[in-house]
């Protein structure tokens, strides 16, 4: 709640002096995350050389406070998981923590008892959160999220099944195209990166090659070669971190960054977005995230 709010609540339950301000208890309230946020962390359970981790980061904005020099930024959060066993969750705001990397491997190591843990990094492929991945001091295995991929697939089998063809050589381009977007997402699924490579370039050359007679067609098909230009460029960005998402699935393993953003809904749109009636500045966010 905003600290006015909370002032007013203590008045109303306890015996508080009357020099009691919103400002004094910002104050104490940031000196005393500064001393959360400083501690050592402890040390998890006896360390298993065998067990398989899972760091699943996301991003979320926060509004910015009026005075302050952004509307609104960026507050990074995620959960770290074994298979049977609670998650950990945390957030913080990068621009506050320089040290983001050495923070997020002391996490890591603390929580796993490991040096060296097997773990997978699973984010969106955005806002440079695979960089932060290749930095950690270990070699995790970056795995792209499988729902903004099949999403991204999503977008272009709509376009081809709303394009409307007036004549025969549209109407083939149309069931071509719907036979390889739908070969796509399966090549997708079991981490044949080079056959989807191959699948988007046919996509591509048949919406360059087509005559549309109409200009309806004509918008449809541009709109199809702008997104699947886009998929390629996400996919090249990412490279790397397509994987054989069917046997990870079999596998049992997280395949999305839905642990991520169950996070993001915990820590960010509860405390500081959904019927919050106030702004925040990245240093009064970055102290506020530790759950």
């Not at 195209?177 to 739908?182: F, K, Q, S, V, Y």
Request: one cysteine or more; charged letters at 25%; proline letters at 5%.
């Amino acid at each position: 709640m905003p600290y006015r709010q909370v002032v007013h609540t203590l008045r109303e339950f306890l015996p508080v002096s009357d020099t009691l301000n919103h400002v004094t208890v910002r104050n104490r309230a940031l000196r005393a995350a500064s001393r959360i946020d400083g501690d050592e962390l402890t040390a998890g359970d006896d360390a298993r050389p065998d067990a398989r981790w899972t760091l699943a980061i996301d991003g979320g904005f926060v509004r910015g406070r009026r005075n302050s020099e952004c509307s609104s930024f960026e507050v990074l959060t995620g959960r770290l998981a074994e298979k049977g066993h609670p998650p950990r969750a945390f957030a913080f705001v990068r621009r506050e923590l320089p040290d983001a990397v050495d923070r997020l491997a002391q996490l890591v190591r603390s929580i796993t008892n490991n040096d060296h843990p097997k773990l997978s990094v699973i984010t969106d492929g955005a806002n440079g959160l695979q960089t932060i991945a290749s930095q950690l001091p270990f070699t995790p295995k970056s795995v792209l999220d499988w729902f903004h991929i099949s999403m991204r697939v999503r977008y272009l089998e709509q376009i081809a099944k709303g394009l409307r063809v007036t004549s025969e050589p549209e109407n083939a381009a149309k069931h071509k195209l719907t036979a390889r977007i739908g070969k796509l997402r399966w090549c997708f699924w079991h981490g044949n990166a080079a056959k989807a490579a191959s699948r988007m370039r046919e996509i591509s050359t048949i919406c360059r090659s087509v005559a549309p007679q109409t200009p309806q067609a004509a918008d449809s098909l541009a709109q199809l070669g702008y997104r699947v230009r886009e998929l390629v460029a996400y996919v090249k960005a990412n490279g790397g971190s397509t994987i054989n998402y069917g046997k990870l699935y079999r596998e049992g393993e997280p395949i999305s960054t839905a642990m991520a953003e169950s996070a993001v809904n915990q820590i960010l749109n509860k405390r500081m977005c959904k019927r919050q009636q106030m702004r925040w500045s990245p240093r009064g966010a970055h102290r506020s995230d530790a759950p």
